[in-house]
């Protein structure tokens, strides 16, 4: 019973990189989400979707990209890393329904240098 | 504009005694609040939620959490606070318009022994 499952759970870039972040979950949830955590700051939506083939943008979308070619997976990108994207990323699934909560998984760790 | 407040970045209580955690909200139409946890290096997982009915709410881990329409607050609870309770908590709701949620930007509880 795995819920949310975030690779990979830590990573170094150099300033001007490129990577992917992948968010995997096993529920069958329509609506997925990627926020970052800074601190002092709670978690701001990046990105996120209700659906396989749909995206939109949050709260801080700049500097990222998004794609949901398949129901249970929810890919947030980098295209070429800054330091002010040091942060903790959190992938999040919740099924429809107005008063389901969301799961989150465990957070992937990421420093740009 | 949905929006949550969390006006203490910091709780010290002693084990043993009631803890309170506050959280204030902003909506337009129904509110649906939740209260989530994070421990170190953790996602932030559910505790409980408000979606219609009593204003009391009971949760996980023995909390709980009122619901007052007139002071548009939803603060968490516990009559007997554990050492182990020390994490941070989130206050948030849900957009039911955009299928989002809105953080509030956390408490850090420290229970001392």
């Known amino acids: 019973n795995a819920g949310v499952t975030q690779t990979p759970k830590f990573r170094v870039l150099k300033t001007g990189q490129s990577m992917t972040l992948l968010c995997a979950q096993d529920m069958n949830h329509e609506y997925m989400y990627w926020y970052r955590q800074d601190p002092g700051m709670g978690l701001r939506l990046i990105h996120y979707s209700v659906g396989e083939g749909t995206t939109a943008k949050g709260e801080v979308p700049d500097g990222y990209n998004v794609s949901r070619l398949k129901k249970q997976n929810f890919l947030l990108g980098l295209e070429s890393a800054a330091p002010s994207q040091t942060s903790v990323y959190f992938c999040?699934?919740?099924?429809?329904?107005?008063?389901?909560?969301?799961?989150f998984g465990d957070g992937t760790r990421l420093s740009i240098l | 504009a949905q929006s949550v407040a969390q006006p203490e970045d910091q709780v010290n209580v002693a084990e043993g005694n009631p803890l309170t955690v506050k959280c204030t909200y902003s909506v337009s139409g129904n509110p649906y609040l939740f209260w989530y946890v994070q421990y170190p290096n953790r996602g932030l997982q559910f505790l409980l939620k408000?979606?219609?009915?009593?204003?009391l709410v009971k949760g996980s881990y023995g909390f709980e959490a009122e619901f007052n329409k007139s002071q548009t607050s939803f603060h968490l609870k516990k009559p007997s606070a554990l050492v182990s309770d020390s994490a941070l908590y989130f206050c948030?709701?849900?957009?039911?318009?955009?299928?989002?949620?809105?953080f509030g930007s956390g408490t850090k509880l420290n229970v001392k022994p």
């Open positions: 948030a709701v849900r957009d039911m318009n955009f299928n989002k949620f809105y």
């Open positions: 408000y979606i219609t009915g009593d204003n």
């Open positions: 999040a699934s919740s099924p429809t329904g107005s008063g389901q909560p969301q799961h």
